[in-house]
């Protein structure tokens, strides 16, 4: 188990790369530059090109517009088979006629190298994905967190430059999903290669990647720390889309200090980030808030009115949905160490937000 | 609703057999007994049915030319099949990786001859293949031959046109376990740096193997005992263990030989089905992921 790094990872730019299917836009002018041996996520609903661009990246799709980048070397000309990046497929995709042993070693053996170059690296990856003893059975003997391990064995074993994964969880149950991610991040950790990850799960992405690409509709919404684009979101989309949001809509009223004063149709003011740039004051705007950023008993008039629906405990947390005058529904979460009680429905509220800045506002296009 | 579908997942044994009587009825009424009049029919020393004894096993087995007819038409089973595979694969592999539009196309083309008569088609092959036939009357008016080639009554016409007759019994197992194989595993080959070849022969070929020895195996059985179109393509000159039988039959009336023909050909044939139904046992494991 005392694996050294196999290699420093090398860098991958995606420079400017747009592709479409005949008519329909798939990817619209992406521009990522990720550093050798970091975990960078692609993460979007279905259908916001992330496959597209991993598919792209391994070459298998050639893509309209711009570069690929892997190195020093533009790698667009290169099939994949000379690329030198190894997938794990949502499936895995291991060929269910050969051993374990034969699946680790097909890469190798179609590099030409030795028997004994392929034996020795079979048993050393075999080592790494803990699955030592393994090598004679059949994929189909295996159970699915196993079939993966020698999935990533098998992408491993040719030493390839990046690192490309495509929903590898998915098809894992919950609790195998965690151990599998730890599992990937350390394997990852100790090769040092540089690895993209499509995911379509938001907290898979946060948890394991060290940047963060947003993609929605076939553009990059933001790529950033998952801390930054959990705190700070460019964008309404990545707003709603990671971690959960109340819209509430509301009027500007002029600047205060970086943030912008917006006073709520709910009633009550709040200061919020303005990522867009700032808005003219009389502007309309939708706020972004985050449940755990409003806080439910604010003292005499402060804040807005609102009914509690319903309370939900959540262990941790405790949930409350709250109504505002407005008819819109607001969703409060609270820590539950402090003991704070859960509030019958009907009870009437005060609602404000836990701090300036927490909020984000928007420009309301509707 | 879910409670009888659970009642009936348990039953399921009692229930299969029973729907299965009607047809094993039918079987043992015109297939088993009539076989089992076929075997005593072969015991016969002559035609009178006097007399009992292996007479006409000897006969057939101590016979150059009755072996020679069995072996020509084993063989004849042989090249069908092969041509069969060849041609057939890779539109069976078109068939798998093309959208929904060119799929139902191919299919349509390949199902197509089975909507016309085999006797139809058959005598369609006369007229390309004959004298004055499409091929010969193209090649000369090319002027790559002088003289009309002889492809009808040959050897190289009876296979060609078998295997146009049937392509559709190969095509079809073909297609089916072709699809069934996973786009990803051929991406996976490529990307671990595997060229097209190698693809094909570790990856592609292996695991269409069910495929294959079900389309063999159907195509081999189908074209040994094609009637029709051994004799019309193949003529007089060209004897096959059908046309032999039935001359046997229907011609000398000597039916204990005839019997024995049969029985012979049925043994052989199915010695050919265990071993591809063998090789299919060994393969199937492929199939699966």
Redo the contacts between chains.
Sequence with gaps: MSSAPIHAGRSLVVDAVSHRFGPSTALQDINLDVKGGELVALLGPSGCGKTTLLRII???IAQSEGRIVIGDDVVDAL?????????V?Q?Y?????MTIAENIA??LA??GASRTVQKETVARMLDLVKLGGFGER???QLSGGQQQRVALA??LA?EPSILLLDEPFAALDKNLRLDMQIEVKRLQRLSGITTILVTHDQEEALSMADRVAVLSHGRLEQFATPTSIYDTPATRFVNTFVGSANELGGTVLGTDGDFLRVRLDSGGDVSVRAPGGMLSEGSRVAVCLRPEHLRIDAPGEDGFAGVVEMALPLGPTVVHEVRTGTGAALKISEPRSGGSLLRAAGTAVRISTAGPGLATAYPQTV | MAASGLRRSIDVSGYDLRLAMPLAGFFAAFFLAPLAVLVVLSFQTDTTGAHWGVTQYVQFLGDAFSLGVLASTLWLGVKVTAVCLVFGWPVAWLHARSGPTVKSLIMLIVLLPLLTSVVVRTFAWIVILGRQGIVNATLMSLGLVEAPLKLLYTDLGVVTALAQVQMPLMVLPLATALSRI?P??V?????????EW?TFA??IL??SLPGIVAGSMLTYAASITAFITQSLIGGGQMLFMPMYLYQQASTLQNWPFAAAISIIFLIAVLAVVTVFNTLGRLSR?????
């Excluded at chain 1, 995709?93 to 006629?97: K, R």
């Design positions: 391994a070459g298998f099939p994949p088979a000379r690329r030198a990046v190894g997938i497929f499936n995709a291991l060929f269910p006629h097909y890469g179609a590099r059949l994929p189909r098998r992408a040719i | 996973d990803n595993l991406a996976a080959s490529e990307v671990l740096g595997a060229g190698r570790k990856v292996p695991l494991g492929f199939a699966q992921g």
